[in-house]
């Protein structure tokens, strides 16, 4: 399985970006899909998490301002980030979620920065 993020730049403080992640198999086989995060010296931190039956959760940090979604016929899911700030620079990484095993795409680079 291989996931490919795109969508990521530099962006004002404020502003917004919508992360994607292709998936190189057929959705239907993942039992969920995500998005993680891993800032320099930081430890990889949990966004954000769709199942397969559309349900959604996310971390304290990103609720109300990051939103998880998917496009089945596309293979895709995305992650919309709005009201951006300095702490949510990081590399943005998605994963799947296939039976017991977890794929990860290798990240994208979103800079939050005036």
């Known amino acids: 399985v291989q996931l490919v993020e795109s969508g990521g730049g530099l962006v004002q403080p404020g502003g917004s970006l919508r992360l994607s992640c292709v998936a190189s198999i057929n959705m239907g086989s993942l039992k969920a899909m995500g998005w993680s995060r891993q800032a320099p010296g930081k430890e990889r931190e949990w966004l954000a998490r769709i199942t397969a039956g559309g349900v959604t959760m996310y971390s304290d940090s990103v609720k109300g301002r990051f939103t998880i979604s998917r496009d089945v016929a596309k293979n895709t899911w995305y992650l919309q980030m709005n009201d951006l700030n300095a702490e949510d620079t990081a590399v943005y990484l998605c994963?799947?979620?296939?039976?017991?095993?977890?794929?990860w795409g290798r990240g994208t680079q979103i800079t939050v920065s005036s």
């Open positions: 994963n799947a979620q296939m039976g017991a095993l977890n794929f």
